[in-house]
């Protein structure tokens, strides 16, 4: 009876170890790779901020930062975003953006479609309108 019960308690202890080890190799390190991208326009620089490999029909935090030709962050811009997939017309997808600190702007979207996306960042400046346009590559789920 003794033997069958540390067999028991053996096997439920490596199955045991055996679920952690497949959780483990299933995680994440924590935090996502980002892809930093930049132009810039009539002296103003437009870095967009995305996700390295964004995947289709998940939220997607997107951040755009604006400086100035000394590199001075930007504040009090009105900033949207124009998403479009070349491939195939998917409707107007124009998320307004909401201001942060040090010329940072924040937004969320979902892709819904994988392929590749131009984003393009539209940003008034006191009645100036300024485009800069990014590819991104969204990918299957």
Excluded: H, K
């Excluded at 190799?25 to 002296?43: I, K």
């Excluded at 870095?47 to 590199?71: E, F, H, I, W």
């Amino acid at each position: 009876m003794q033997c069958s019960l540390a067999r028991r308690f053996t096997s439920l202890v490596l199955a045991a170890g055996f679920l952690i080890i497949l959780t483990a190799c299933g995680a994440t390190s924590g935090a996502a790779t980002l892809n930093r991208q930049e132009q810039t326009v009539e002296g103003v620089t437009i870095a967009l901020q995305t996700a390295a490999a964004p995947r289709m029909n998940d939220a997607q935090q997107l951040v755009v930062t604006l400086t100035d030709s000394q590199g001075m962050p930007l504040e009090g811009a009105d900033v949207y975003l124009d998403l479009d997939m070349p491939a195939m017309s998917m409707g107007t997808n124009r998320p307004i953006l909401s201001p942060g600190a040090d010329g940072t702007y924040r937004g969320q979207t979902a892709f819904t479609m994988s392929g590749e996306w131009t984003v393009t960042v539209v940003v008034d400046i006191n009645g100036q309108e300024r485009r800069a346009t990014f590819t991104v590559a969204v990918q299957e789920r």
